[in-house]
């Protein structure tokens, strides 16, 4: 066994990583399906989602109170893989509820869902001039 000096990162690598995994046998978390959520320019949340293989109208997209929750029951499909058959559900909490989930725009091309959450309009950013 060989151990090297890990930097800490966003990932939660720790100089303690390999050790943990070594002796435990730690096995490594997946998550499905591969999401990215991010701001874009103009202050907007954005919620990419990898959903290759999935039609559209087995995903569901449900705005409760602060969250919003992405699901599918899976899908049923003639041959033996199981790519884009099984179930999953995300839900994602605005604890400051500064974002208006109820008017949020999904887009779904190319295997890829696409959903933009404009922020309240009392909750944007403004600068306040120093006299």
Do not use: W
């Amino acid at each position: 066994m060989t151990y090297s000096l890990q930097i800490p990162s966003i990932m939660h690598k720790t100089i303690f990583g390999n050790l943990l995994h070594d002796f435990h046998r730690v096995p490594k978390r997946k998550s499905f399906p591969i999401t990215d959520v991010y701001l874009d320019k103009e202050g907007n949340q954005i919620i990419e989602m990898a959903l290759a293989g999935y039609p559209k109208d087995s995903i569901s997209i449900e705005v409760r109170s602060n969250q919003i929750t992405i699901s599918s029951t899976g899908i049923k499909i003639g041959r033996e893989s199981n790519i884009a058959r099984r179930a999953f559900q995300k839900t994602f909490i605005d604890y400051n509820t500064e974002m208006d989930l109820a008017n949020a725009i999904a887009k779904f091309e190319h295997g890829l869902l696409k959903i933009v959450i404009k922020p309240k309009e009392g909750s944007k950013c403004t600068n306040i001039h120093i006299q």
